[in-house]
């Protein structure tokens, strides 16, 4: 009881005692250790003064193309149109190759790939492709994926994908494995089902 006491006089007083130590900026003598105004922050104030308002629309950007930008580049209409902003080619969305983002992907699909969550893998490897088109991991990925979830046609589609894009790659002995295996499991399933 007693140092709840002390404690409760000792909060109310010892604000009130510092409030009262301290000496307003206005009584202090210019050589008690006050720090002279910096320069920047007078010329600022200098130049907020004559401005009065911002410069920033002197400085408008022009992003109009060049005049012979279609001649010169007649691909330019491969983008992505956006039809809410009016005719098509107007205004185009395109990703960029961002090697890091296709890799951290990858990571995140095998991630899941180890935790036999196949949907989720198959889905990061395939953001993994837009970000970085010819990514023979993300293709060779793709494939044990669409493997595990009974999709053998896609899983063929990406395993020579793989085999295009890196012949002598270090998984090119699994992915020939693997399109051999599929092959067989696919002459089999032909076999098993009636020709029409």
């Known amino acids: 009881m007693r140092g709840l006491i002390i404690g409760v006089l000792v909060s109310v007083c010892f604000p009130g005692w510092a409030l009262a130590q301290q000496i307003p900026q206005s009584d202090q003598s210019p050589g008690q250790n006050q720090a002279p105004p910096r320069s920047d922050e007078e010329k600022s104030r200098a130049r907020r003064g004559e401005a009065g308002e911002s410069s920033s ?6 992003v109009s193309p060049p005049k012979d930008d279609a001649k010169d580049h007649p691909n330019r209409g491969t983008g992505v149109s956006d039809a809410d902003e009016g005719p098509a080619g107007d205004v185009q969305e395109l990703h960029a190759f961002n090697p890091y983002r ?4 990858n990571e995140v699909g095998d991630y899941y790939f180890k935790r036999k969550n196949y949907k989720a893998a198959l889905a990061r490897y395939q953001d993994a492709l837009i970000y970085k088109e010819n990514d023979a991991v993300a293709n060779f990925r793709l494939a044990q994926c669409y493997e595990k979830l009974y999709q053998p046609d896609e899983a063929v589609t990406h395993y020579q994908e793989y085999l295009r894009i890196l012949p002598q790659g270090p998984l090119s002995k699994d992915a020939r494995k693997a399109l051999a295996k599929l092959g067989s499991a696919e002459k089999q399933t032909s076999e098993k089902t009636p020709p029409k």
């Open 102 to 105: 296709a890799a951290k992907d």
């Open 57 to 62: 629309r002197d400085t408008r950007i022009d």
